[in-house]
């Protein structure tokens, strides 16, 4: 059972950047494309962006696009969600979600499905002076 560990979170100020990383443990990521979710409380959960397995295609949602940059290193079975010119609104528990599918091409249509087989317990990010 792939089993993902987020981590970076924590305390910023308005403008300020945060590095997440979603690692896997006991197996490799290489054929898993990944989402980013959040979710802030009393809200639904939300998208914020995904990445194929093999990192040539990512894609940001409108309300991160310009800000958040999704990367990956399959050496470290390791994705990244770099978080910049943050804002109280971006307040939320992140969770990364992988699904086995190594000939994703675009993943947004793994991200609109939004039924990830693999879940992390999420990190917590706040936005605040």
């Known amino acids: 059972q792939l089993q993902l560990v987020e981590s970076g979170g924590g305390l910023v100020q308005p403008g300020g950047s945060l590095r997440l990383s979603c690692t896997a443990s006991?197996?490799?990521?290489?054929?898993?494309?990944v989402g980013w979710f959040r979710q802030a409380p009393g809200k639904e959960r939300e998208a914020v962006s995904c990445?194929?397995?093999?990192?040539?295609?990512?894609h940001a949602e409108d309300s991160v696009v310009g800000r958040f940059t999704t990367s990956r290193d399959n050496a470290k079975a390791t994705v990244y969600l770099q978080m910049d010119n943050l804002k109280p609104e971006d307040t939320a528990n992140y969770f990364c979600?992988?699904?086995?599918?190594?000939?994703?091409?675009?993943?947004?249509?793994?991200?609109?499905?939004?039924?990830?087989?693999?879940w992390g317990q999420g990190t917590q990010v706040t936005v605040s002076s």
């Open positions: 979600a992988a699904e086995w599918n190594p000939q994703l091409m675009l993943c947004i249509v793994e991200l609109q499905k939004g039924r990830y087989t693999h």
């Open positions: 990445i194929t397995s093999d990192g040539t295609n990512t």
């Open positions: 006991e197996f490799a990521l290489d054929d898993y494309a």
